[in-house]
């Protein structure tokens, strides 16, 4: 079986640009992935984070769907501990009723954001304790619904969306595995977990109506370019970014410099390191053979790529060479 290729959306703002300019590129962008024979494009939720325009994530999908033909679209993922049940049923529901069997419901149980922020969200402070319970709340509410319910998602009831556990850690893989539901490994951020997680989902794993057999989708960076020294260099964005991440500054998506002239300290760089550890960095040879390690160790299902690039064409030129490395992998 061969893998499949996804993307996952940040909705990263370029600086002294707008979200409006990040929104129309994101369209673009999507565009070619659908034309490209990718699988999902997912968009990500965060909240005051000046850099990031993916947090009212819903109204992105929509967007996303309404300019796109065959892409599933759908979320990396709707945070869970900042919304009710009901609202993310209807909300999806409702994305269902208009673009049918092509969205996506993923759910993670982080807030996407810090404390402060968490409470002006209006959620209570134990919400995450509650996740998997609330995750079946949604499910429920997403089924054909019974004579006497009194609860009901409309529009959502009898949509079905598929629902997808996101995680970064073993909690994660363990609640998609008791749920029989398929599972979106944060690889792109939490990589020292990976080959636990992946290891704990595929041992626990037990079939459900959703689901015969374990799925996993493994989120991991790439940066292409013709050669590798080119790469490296276009990566530098990707490096300024998660600096800033680490010290609590804005997440502007800044042109990239020579990597000797990054401006971080030898803790920072080796944190930046850590964190991207999954990287694919270099040219089509370089990712395709990162790539088919990969596939080959963990017999991933699915990878799902960031490409924080500042060069708004070579995200575009990237789909291209990705799509050509999809045909070779096993």
Same mark, same amino acid.
């Given at each position: 079986?061969?893998?499949?290729?996804?993307?996952?959306?940040?909705?990263?703002?370029?600086?002294?640009?707008?979200?409006?300019?990040?929104?129309n590129?994101?369209?673009?962008?999507?565009?070619?992935?659908d034309?490209?024979?990718?699988?999902?494009?997912?968009?990500?939720?965060?909240?005051?984070?000046?850099?990031?325009?993916?947090?009212?994530?819903?109204?992105?999908?929509?967007?996303?769907?309404?300019?796109?033909?065959?892409?599933?679209?759908?979320?990396?993922?709707i945070?869970?501990?900042?919304?009710?049940?009901?609202?993310?049923?209807?909300?999806?529901?409702t994305?269902?009723?208009?673009?049918?069997?092509?969205?996506?419901?993923?759910?993670?149980?982080?807030?996407?954001?810090?404390?402060?922020?968490?409470?002006?969200?209006?959620?209570?402070?134990?919400?995450?304790?509650?996740f998997?319970?609330?995750? @079946? #709340?949604?499910?429920?509410? =997403?089924?054909? &619904?019974?004579?006497?319910?009194? *609860?009901? $998602?409309?529009? +959502?009831?009898?949509? @079905? #969306?598929?629902?997808?556990? =996101?995680?970064? &850690?073993?909690?994660?893989?363990? *609640?998609? $595995?008791?749920? +029989?539901?398929?599972?979106?490994?944060?690889?792109?951020?939490?990589?020292?977990?990976?080959?636990?997680?992946?290891?704990?989902?595929?041992?626990?794993?037990?079939?459900?109506?959703?689901?015969?057999?374990p799925?996993?989708?493994?989120?991991?960076?790439?940066?292409?370019?013709?050669?590798?020294?080119?790469?490296?260099?276009?990566?530098?964005?990707?490096?300024?970014?998660?600096?800033?991440?680490?010290?609590?500054?804005?997440?502007?998506?800044?042109?990239?410099?020579?990597?000797?002239?990054?401006?971080?300290?030898?803790?920072?760089?080796?944190n930046?390191?850590?964190?991207?550890?999954?990287?694919?960095?270099?040219?089509?040879?370089?990712i395709?053979?990162?790539?088919?390690?990969?596939?080959?160790?963990?017999?991933?299902?699915?990878?799902?790529?960031?490409?924080?690039?500042?060069?708004?064409?070579l995200?575009?030129?990237?789909?291209?060479?990705l799509?050509?490395?999809?045909e070779?992998?096993?």
């Amino acid at each position: 079986m061969s893998v499949e290729f996804s993307l996952l959306e940040l909705a990263s703002v370029r600086v002294n640009e707008t979200p409006c300019d990040t929104f129309n590129h994101a369209v673009a962008y999507a565009k070619a992935a659908d034309a490209l024979g990718f699988k999902r494009f997912w968009l990500a939720e965060h909240h005051n984070m000046q850099g990031i325009a993916s947090s009212a994530t819903a109204v992105l999908i929509g967007h996303i769907a309404g300019n796109t033909q065959r892409l599933r679209v759908g979320s990396g993922g709707i945070m869970l501990p900042n919304h009710s049940p009901l609202i993310v049923a209807e909300q999806f529901g409702t994305l269902a009723s208009l673009y049918g069997d092509r969205i996506d419901l993923g759910l993670g149980r982080a807030p996407g954001t810090d404390p402060v922020t968490s409470r002006a969200l209006k959620r209570d402070d134990s919400a995450a304790e509650n996740f998997a319970q609330e995750v @079946q #709340v949604i499910q429920q509410l =997403l089924q054909p &619904s019974q004579p006497q319910q009194r *609860l009901r $998602a409309v529009p +959502g009831e009898g949509t @079905q #969306v598929p629902i997808w556990i =996101l995680g970064s &850690s073993l909690y994660s893989a363990g *609640l998609a $595995a008791q749920l +029989g539901l398929p599972y979106s490994f944060a690889g792109h951020f939490a990589p020292a977990y990976m080959r636990a997680a992946l290891k704990r989902y595929r041992a626990e794993f037990r079939p459900s109506a959703h689901l015969e057999k374990p799925y996993f989708i493994l989120g991991l960076p790439v940066v292409w370019s013709e050669t590798e020294a080119q790469a490296m260099f276009n990566a530098t964005t990707s490096f300024q970014r998660i600096t800033a991440l680490f010290r609590g500054e804005p997440l502007w998506l800044c042109p990239p410099v020579q990597p000797e002239e990054l401006n971080w300290s030898a803790g920072e760089k080796h944190n930046v390191e850590e964190f991207l550890a999954l990287a694919q960095v270099g040219d089509e040879l370089q990712i395709l053979d990162g790539l088919q390690q990969l596939r080959d160790e963990l017999a991933i299902d699915e990878f799902m790529f960031t490409i924080d690039v500042y060069d708004r064409d070579l995200r575009i030129q990237t789909l291209e060479t990705l799509a050509r490395i999809k045909e070779h992998l096993r």
